[in-house]
């Protein structure tokens, strides 16, 4: 006789769970970053989902805004640098 037990068929514990994700595609965009990562980087993430993957809706003024966060971010890092 088979030993049961509480859990279902689907469910299933992983030893690390933040390292599991359930993708959807048709569903979810999914962009990825380290959890170190910078401002910018995060903002390019985006924007790569954003460019390479199809909406239902209008995102160009979120990618014009990601855009510009990017622009002045890296322009503040450099003028951040010149006055060292």
Do not use: Q
Request: charged fraction near 35%; hydrophobic fraction near 35%.
């Amino acid at each position: 006789m088979r030993k049961t037990t509480s859990s279902s068929n689907t469910e299933h514990e992983f030893t690390d769970t933040n390292r599991h994700l359930v993708e959807v595609p048709d569903t979810f965009a999914i962009a990825r970053w380290r959890r170190d990562a910078d401002v910018v980087t995060i903002a390019r993430c985006i924007l790569g989902t954003l460019k390479y993957e199809p909406h239902a809706s209008d995102t160009t003024a979120l990618r014009d805004a990601l855009e510009d966060l990017i622009e002045h971010e890296i322009t503040r890092e450099i003028e951040k640098h010149r006055a060292r």
